[in-house]
């Protein structure tokens, strides 16, 4: 039987200032609640306490450029009146809307609060800390905040771990009933980080909270090396293995070669977050399909748009090209019998009915 | 200050058969556990009791037909084996694999489980039958376990909810500092759930946990009718506001006409979850590339497809198609000039280096 979980809020922890000590500004938090650590317990802490510790802070007005120094690469992207909004591959890992820049709570002073670039490390200097001075082994997690496809709203999620293991690997498990379990891998870090959300709270700035009763999930000193355990970065999932590396907008246009985050998406136009008229929607799709096809031409309204070229392979190419790019707008093309000299072409535009 | 949140796995609850009452079998394992219910407890109950009790559970041996009739669309599919998995639109609400459909834990006669396509009236049901038998306002979250876009593993998360804030809406509210929050929108009863997986485990067919210490989220008589407030379903994001409404394979072949979970999907050839051969590749993009192009003809090699077409205008178009096609595959299509009389073209075939 699984025992209870218990998830105590930190309190009492003053500022955090560049040059602090998080083990020490966390034993404040421990003392004002009136804990003491023990092993098998999971500490979890805001990244906004580690950002503001080691003076990860910047003062840079222009946002946008702030979160383009954190950004590995853009995976989908939607303009916001003259700015751009941007999910991104942070440089700290995960996959999070403006790479995890973050101007609230950041302090008397404001500034934008960056992310470490390597969380676990952080993990495992809060862990190694309190070993030493206190000679117990707990589980360490950076917790930060970022909203899901799919799902409305933001959870917390480990960005960095140590000490703790990130996932309950159940594959070659069975059930209750003998059979192969269908769930194989849980995402136990993220899950405490959750968890631990709900106690400590957004607004009220408790930048911590200890979990009990997971102390199965703690590695001891017979696992070390610890760092030879999964952590915080091998939750991030890239690369094929990831369906989801483009939105379903950016997909088609870096097919076309108009890449997210590049001068040409801008340049070809970004679809604003909260939609648009229709003849923009057909002017953006008709300035992507235009994108790399010299010779095209096109006169764009509201129900069709007229496509031209130099020879007929090359307006067929535009064509193609268009009826991608409506499709981005969630709209359909449909491209009549071209001219007689094969040099213009109409493609008829229609709202699609069925698009998810 | 919040105050420390509790999560008790309620154990001692039996097989759950069809036409079991629910509150009853939860009522027993509160007992079990030395639990009585007080008003502001959050119940947080697996889907799996849930369906066993209404009885969706079918014996039919054909898990990918028993999947479809559980689906409203498909966002993202491989083929393992002679087997497509999919990420789909599930008719129970989210997107989730095989809409949810589970063969593990499903009891001693087996078969398929299925979620119910009401979760949210299955907690209101729980919520109000217990507020009826013990006088008291509790939240019931209906949980049930997914993978994510973008990170390792899977995680529970709020299927249906009832008589709890769904979401900690911050939008408005200004931070410690007093500056704008940036995180907005908490989704709490998707935290709720996977806080509660931690307590319940996997393995271990513990189908529920009390959540204490959640009070302020919990609807109270004040709060009529429950019905009106966001539930599990208001969490689903979908339409233009989900911008990962296909996979990035998928937006691009749906753009080309290929629509996800369709037979002309299977036909032209669904990629591997483990990847295949170059050649393999490039002759499934060859495929999505000829759909709907009908003069168009293709010779497949490994470093180049020679293409066809009645005409240089449908050449231009099945030339296009196959290089969009072939950024689907993580591979680059470069055509070379036509031949003169644009009826056929050399499309060069190469690796692509920067794919995310």
């Excluded at 070659?172 to 709900?198: F, H, K, M, N, Y």
Aim: charged share 25%; hydrophobic share 40%; aromatic share 4%.
């Amino acid at each position: 039987m699984s025992a209870p979980v218990t998830i105590t809020p930190l309190s009492g922890i003053p500022e955090v200032r560049e040059g602090d000590d998080l083990v020490t500004v966390i034993g404040l938090g421990l003392t004002a609640s009136g804990l003491r650590l023990a092993d098998g317990d999971v500490l979890v802490v805001s990244s906004k306490i580690a950002s503001k510790a080691l003076g990860l802070v910047t003062h840079d007005p222009d946002k946008d450029r702030v979160v383009a120094g954190e950004t590995e690469y853009v995976v989908a992207e939607r303009s916001v009146g003259d700015r751009i909004t941007r999910i991104v591959r942070a440089k700290a890992g995960p996959i999070m809307a403006a790479a995890g820049v973050d101007g609230s709570n950041t302090g008397r002073r404001g500034g934008w609060l960056l992310l470490p670039h390597d969380p676990d490390a952080v993990c495992a200097h809060v862990h190694d800390a309190i070993l030493e001075r206190h000679g117990v082994r707990v589980g360490v997690v950076l917790s930060d905040t970022a909203g899901r496809a799919w799902r409305v709203g933001q959870v917390d999620f480990a960005l960095g771990a140590h000490g703790v293991r990130v996932v309950d690997d159940l594959r070659g498990g069975t059930d209750a009933d003998g059979r192969p379990l269908e769930v194989t891998t849980r995402a136990l870090a993220d899950e405490i980080a959750s968890a631990a959300d709900l106690a400590k709270g957004k607004a009220e700035a408790v930048p911590a909270a200890l979990v009990r009763g997971l102390g199965r999930f703690v590695l001891t000193a017979g696992d070390e090396p610890l760092e030879a355990h999964p952590r915080g970065r091998d939750l991030v999932r890239t690369g094929p293995g990831d369906w989801f590396g483009y939105g379903r907008v950016e997909a088609v246009r870096a097919s076309l070669g108009i890449e997210p985050g590049s001068e040409v998406a801008e340049r070809v136009g970004i679809a604003p977050v909260h939609g648009d008229s229709r003849l923009e929607a057909v002017a953006r799709a008709t300035q992507a399909a235009l994108h790399g096809v010299e010779s095209g031409t096109a006169d764009i309204g509201h129900v069709s748009v007229t496509l031209g070229a130099d020879g007929p392979y090359e307006l067929g190419i535009l064509t193609a090209r268009l009826c991608s790019a409506l499709w981005c707008e969630w709209l359909v093309g449909e491209p009549q019998t071209p001219a007689a000299d094969g040099l213009s072409v109409v493609v008829g535009v229609s709202g699609r009915l069925d698009g998810h």
